[in-house]
């Protein structure tokens, strides 16, 4: 529709591009108002329904939010600003430059203002940076009915209506109860009566990343967020525990590249902050690599009296270290979905020491006959295999103990993905290549 949205603009037909939007999905809007041109998108923006706008300002990404902010007038953010969802409204401040953080606080209410300020305060990655305190609280003494009513009052500008949270007049948290729960109670029955006290929630310092794991465990569209005392001070919604998950899973794919993690679109990011986020770890990984051309310079003699050895290096190198990267992919995935922990080492060692006997004997022995056959030197073939067949049982348990040890000290994991670990299965590799041609050879 993007297209047929750009020609309206370029007519000036502005009755007929109100006629075409009044019903449009507000992402499909969101993602039609991103491919237009700057100054189409602010007669896009302003054709908006009311009550549609601050939905699509909210699904925009930060760049084009910071186009549309500088176009708009006051009285036109304040309406913005005012009618998002605190978490969203939290989200966007937090990508501004702080010029337009300003201009944006300035043009919110009071209360709006005093509410983003209060979340602002929240450590980054802690639950309550992602929260917000739009939800709708009941108390046990109400009826079914008056739960309803106060629903119907408050609910329009609520994040969420389907659950809803019971608190004393002290705001401690006592109570969950669901819409399903309450439609299918007696308009008569207390609410004290029909909630659910045992009540899964989440304190304000906890780690965003374990908030989203709870979502996940106890599949819920909705955790409420207490203070150290259980009082109640906001909630997080599923959409929000599903962008941490999808954030987390963007810079562990960072990282496992060896690259600093970035939030950045790709396209919109400056060729020479893409270059620095790559070139530190790059030179990291090339230092370590100085230690594998020492080895074979190491070996020089050796390699000198049988040159043939030089062929399988390449082979033994990629092995090794593809045999690494599948067991670290496997250990770091089963730690950020809970199915591994600490505790589990053990388990894990001794079964990536079966599958890699199991897998470098098979490799190990069509080497050996591969070798014998190209060559002639049965010899050559048996140092090929029998190398093979340890680098692969090292590297499976270099790459299945290293992101353990990385979470033992309080790194990520992800860190101990491919590049790290095959340089160490690289150097490794080498090492019991040439010992073991020496044994064999004689030398």
Not at 57 to 80: A, C, M, R, V, W
Not at 121 to 141: N, P
Not at 304 to 314: N, V
Request: proline share 3%.
């Amino acid at each position: 529709m993007t297209d047929h949205i750009a020609e309206l603009i370029s007519a000036k037909k502005h009755r007929e591009l109100k006629e075409l939007i009044v019903d449009a999905n507000v992402v499909d809007l969101a993602d039609d108002l991103e491919e237009l041109l700057p100054e189409q998108r602010i007669v896009l923006f302003r054709s908006l329904p009311k009550d549609a706008a601050a939905d699509v300002f909210s699904y925009l990404s930060p760049e084009t939010q910071e186009n549309l902010i500088g176009l708009l007038t006051d009285p036109e953010l304040s309406h913005i600003v005012n009618d998002l969802f605190l978490d969203d409204a939290v989200d966007f401040i937090e990508e501004m430059p702080a010029n337009v953080v300003k201009r944006v606080l300035k043009n919110a209410s009071e209360d709006t203002r005093n509410q983003i300020n209060q979340l602002l305060r929240y450590q980054e990655d802690s639950a309550g940076s992602i929260m917000t305190t739009e939800y709708i609280d009941l108390k046990e003494e109400m009826t079914v009915a008056d739960a309803f009513a106060r629903i119907r009052a408050v609910g329009m500008d609520k994040e969420t209506i389907y659950t809803c949270y019971v608190t004393d007049a002290r705001r401690v948290l006592e109570g969950v109860v669901t819409v399903k729960t309450l439609l299918l109670s007696e308009m008569t029955d207390r609410i004290g009566d029909v909630m659910s006290t045992n009540v899964i929630y989440a304190a304000t310092g906890d780690d965003r990343e374990q908030v989203a794991e709870t979502f996940q465990k106890y599949d819920l569209i909705a955790l409420p967020v207490a203070d150290t005392e259980r009082h109640l001070v906001g909630i997080i919604t599923v959409d929000d525990a599903m962008e941490v998950l999808e954030e987390e899973s963007t810079e562990d794919f960072h990282i496992m590249a060896a690259m600093e993690p970035s939030d950045d679109p790709y396209l919109s990011t400056d060729v020479f902050e893409l270059a620095k986020r790559r070139i530190r770890w790059l030179m990291i990984l090339m230092v370590s690599a100085f230690f594998t051309g020492g080895i074979i310079t190491r070996y020089e003699a050796l390699v000198a009296a049988f040159p043939s050895l030089i062929s399988a290096i390449p082979m033994l190198m990629d092995t090794g270290g593809n045999a690494g990267s599948q067991s670290s992919t496997l250990i770091i995935r089963g730690m950020a979905v809970g199915e591994l922990h600490l505790d589990d080492w053990f388990a894990i060692f001794w079964k990536e020491l079966r599958v890699s006997t199991l897998v470098g004997g098979v490799l190990g022995i069509i080497n050996v006959g591969y070798k014998w056959f190209l060559s002639g030197n049965f010899a050559l073939g048996v140092v090929v295999g029998l190398s093979l067949f340890a680098t692969v049982v090292f590297a499976k348990l270099i790459g299945s103990m290293l992101p353990l040890l990385a979470k033992l000290l309080r790194f990520d994991p992800a860190l101990m993905a491919a590049p790290i670990v095959t340089t160490i299965v690289d150097a490794g590799g080498l090492m019991v290549y040439f010992m073991v041609a020496r044994v064999v050879m004689q030398l």
